[in-house]
């Protein structure tokens, strides 16, 4: 009776930790790359940053994610997911180490490691959710979703006070995430403890598949669903400070407008993977998310920044479902968790490659149309893609089958 309440009451921590290891990995995998936005003009005047140098700031992280994000997946096998996890944590430190130090070089060489180590937790987290929740997917996803929201959202408001709070300018707007790194790393190495102290507890290694992830054409679907989604949201986040200046708006009003855009997310986020995971298809989701989507570049071409704030809810309502959407995929259109860490590998190696390019193109198109139309009518035509992948993707369809 006492060993039965005993192992009870031991599987109660490690849900707990689990549960724990979630929310903070995925706390550490949008807010470094949001926090820079609200403090750009500072950076870019305390480094003497041309446009070009400006936009590497979020698409050297996006190509990180390309580069490695299926060669995570391959070590995943041999390493197991939450050394991985534990691998990221201390990459990503590191690299928001070197990224407050000053140097121009060291900025984007501590962008560089942030990337990588976002891309290590980016990949691996969907396995851990299906491989320790596989019973719960749709409610640990919407929590993954809406603890990344969240900090990010903070990310995009407080950057600015951040800074004047700690007295350090933009290094303390990006320094202090290395507080919620750290927190990840201790909530990680707890788990590793508490795994050593009890053998008969269930690990979080990945059973083998041999299956080629690039000839499904489903995983293709998926993959370039996910870097359209991605390629808006990260045009928005490197560029709407600079176009809402143009549209007469203040450094810090931008910021709450980014901020509106993540917390708008953060239900959002939540409920729709519970939803869609009751679903049979998620094809009307996806028609809903494109409508709005375009709607919103539409608005931002003729109404420039009147009803910003109606439009930042539109971007954060549309963005919310098609961020969560994304990751849920990963589980639901696999059988595996190998598979879904395979998936997500592929998934965040095509996609992000796709979502690096948008801001250069973004911002280069606005350097041959100064009114930022043409920039706006970029995202619209990468919308109108997303819906053709998107109608495929959200099929009741296997990446196996």
């Known amino acids: 009776m006492m060993k039965n309440e005993i192992k009870r009451n031991a599987s ?9 290891v979630v929310i903070l990995i995925s706390s550490n995998l949008r807010s470094p790359i949001v926090a ?19 936009s590497l700031l979020t698409s050297i992280p996006l190509f990180m994610f390309a580069a490695c994000s299926v060669l995570v997946s391959r070590f995943s096998n041999t ?19 070197l990224r407050i130090t000053g140097s121009l070089w060291l900025l984007f060489l501590g962008s560089l490691f942030i990337g990588l180590g976002i891309c290590i937790g980016n990949v691996v987290t969907p396995g851990y959710v299906k491989n320790n929740f596989p019973k719960q997917i749709g409610l640990m996803t919407g929590i993954f979703a809406v603890s ?15 800074g004047e709070w700690t007295g350090f300018g933009w290094r303390g707007s990006l320094g202090i995430w290395l507080v919620i790194a750290a927190l990840g790393l201790l909530v990680l190495i707890l788990e590793l403890i508490f795994n050593k102290k009890n053998p008969e507890q269930p690990k979080t290694a990945l059973s083998t598949s041999d299956f080629n992830m690039f000839k499904s054409s489903q995983a293709w679907n998926i993959s370039a669903f996910m870097g359209l989604q991605s390629l808006f949201y990260y045009c928005m986040v490197a560029w709407l400070p600079s176009f809402l200046a143009d549209y007469h708006m203040q450094g810090e009003s931008s910021g709450w407008v980014l901020f509106v855009i993540q917390i708008t997310m953060i239900p959002i986020t939540f409920c729709c993977p519970i939803i869609a995971s009751k679903m049979k298809d998620q094809r009307i989701m996806i028609i809903f998310i ?30 919310g479902l098609s961020f969560s959407l994304s990751i849920l995929f990963f589980s639901a259109r696999t059988k595996s968790s190998i598979n879904a860490v395979k998936i997500s590998g592929m998934a965040q190696s095509v996609g992000y490659l796709i979502a690096a390019f948008g801001p250069p193109l973004f911002g280069k198109l606005h350097d041959w149309d100064v009114s930022w139309n043409s920039s706006f009518y970029f995202l619209s035509a990468a919308v109108v893609l997303m819906f053709f992948f998107g109608m495929k993707a959200a099929r009741n369809k296997y990446v196996e089958d």
Do not use: H
Not at 12 to 20: D, E, F, G
């Open 12 to 20: 109660y921590a490690l849900l707990i930790i689990n549960v724990l």
């Open 36 to 54: 820079v936005s609200p403090v750009l003009g500072d950076v870019r005047d305390a480094l003497k940053l041309d446009n070009f140098q400006v």
């Open 79 to 97: 390493l197991g997911i939450s050394k991985l996890l534990m691998y990221s944590v201390i990459i990503l430190s590191f690299g928001l180490f």
């Open 148 to 162: 990344m929201n969240l900090t990010a959202a903070l990310a995009s408001g407080f950057s600015v006070k951040i």
């Open 290 to 319: 494109c409508a709005l989507m375009f709607g919103s570049t539409m608005m931002f071409v003729f109404l420039k920044s009147e009803w910003i704030y109606v439009n930042a809810v539109i971007i954060g309502i549309s963005n």
